[in-house]
Nanobody
Framework: QVQLVESGGGLVQAGGSLRLSCVAS????????MGWFRQAPGKEREFVSA????????TYADSVKGRFTISRDNAKNTLYLQMNSLKPEDTAVYYC???????????????????WGQGTQVTVSS
């Protein structure tokens, strides 16, 4: 069983930065794809970013490209999301997710992932 635990959310002013972490346990994640999603009140969950744990290949939603950076620490089994130049519209609960995948694979649809964390709240004030 895979467990994912997010942390690092909080309240920040527009233009500020936060770094989210997601500690993964229960498997060897060398053959996994891991992603970040977010859901704002009254809105559907949306894709933010994903990384292939083996190859390091990444992809981003257009809305965060150039501001957010996804990365992983193999030794710590930890996924990160560095968020810079935050905007009020980035306010949401952020979730990390995982699914098995080969080195060339990336997924941007929530239904492709089968493990989810509990989420961490990010609030950006204007």
């Amino acid at each position: 069983q895979v467990q994912l635990v997010e942390s690092g959310g909080g309240l920040v002013q527009a233009g500020g930065s936060l770094r989210l972490s997601c500690v993964a346990s229960g498997r060897t994640f060398s053959t996994y794809v891991m992603g970040w999603f977010r859901q704002a009140p009254g809105k559907e969950r949306e894709f933010v970013s994903a990384i292939n744990w083996t190859s390091g290949r990444t992809t981003y939603a257009d809305s965060v490209k150039g501001r957010f950076t996804i990365s992983r620490d193999n030794a710590k089994n930890t996924l990160y999301l560095q968020m810079n130049s935050l905007k009020p519209e980035d306010t949401a609960v952020y979730y990390c997710a995982a699914v098995r995948g080969g080195p060339g694979v990336l997924y941007a649809r929530g239904r492709d992932y089968n493990y989810w964390g509990q989420g961490t709240q990010v609030t950006v004030s204007s």
